[in-house]
């Protein structure tokens, strides 16, 4: 059953009064350093990405220094990250397509950023989202998992679940609400196991099966 309007402001409110500014746990200084960290990260952790980015952005954090690395410098720095080969494929790709058709920058629209190799809508919503502060929500494995647990926005794939999370979340809460619903998932309700007993929102969800205290 959907949540109602009035425990959805709750619910955002409490995670607002929790962590006022939340932002990306991926380590970046520049709108490319942040597109180059997310497309590094599919199917990986951000622990993963950082400690890779640590690395490689001392060295080469602009479009024009990563593709002088080459595609195999690159994977030197990303080897320890999954799917390492097809993901420097892509950034030195994405890095040549930046400097030909976007001056050396990141694109501020949905759609130039969905034509880059390895960008795709969940991708791009993150750069337009965090980068550049625009209202929309990437619909990861975790904000999936709490939009359809809570009530607050199910449905059955990662779309539908975008569009019903675009028309539930107030307007004041919508820049933000990509990473209060990530980092919940990530740390109070997990996949296995949540962690309902300390759970700032545990009296509007509506999963059934709440975990109890040991």
Known sequence: MPMKRADVVELFTRLRDLNPQPTTELEYRTPFELLVAVVLSAQATDVGVNKATRKLYPVANTPQAILALG?????????????????????????????????GEVPRTREALEALPGVGRKTA???????????????????????NRTGLAPGKDVRAVEDKLEKAVPAEFKR???????????????????????????????????????
């Open 176 to 214: 933000d609400a990509h990473h209060w619903l990530i980092l919940h998932g990530r740390y109070v309700c997990k996949a296995r196991k949540p962690d309902c007993p300390q759970c700032v929102i545990r009296d509007l969800c509506r999963y059934k099966d709440k975990t109890q205290a040991a």
């Open 71 to 103: 595609e195999d410098g690159l994977k030197k720095y990303i080897s320890t990250i999954g799917l390492f080969n097809a993901k420097a494929k892509n950034v030195i790709a994405l890095c040549g397509i930046l400097i030909e058709q976007h001056g």
């Open 125 to 147: 919503n993150v750069v337009l989202n965090t980068a550049f502060g625009e209202p929309t929500i990437a619909v990861d494995t975790h904000i999936f998992r709490v939009a």
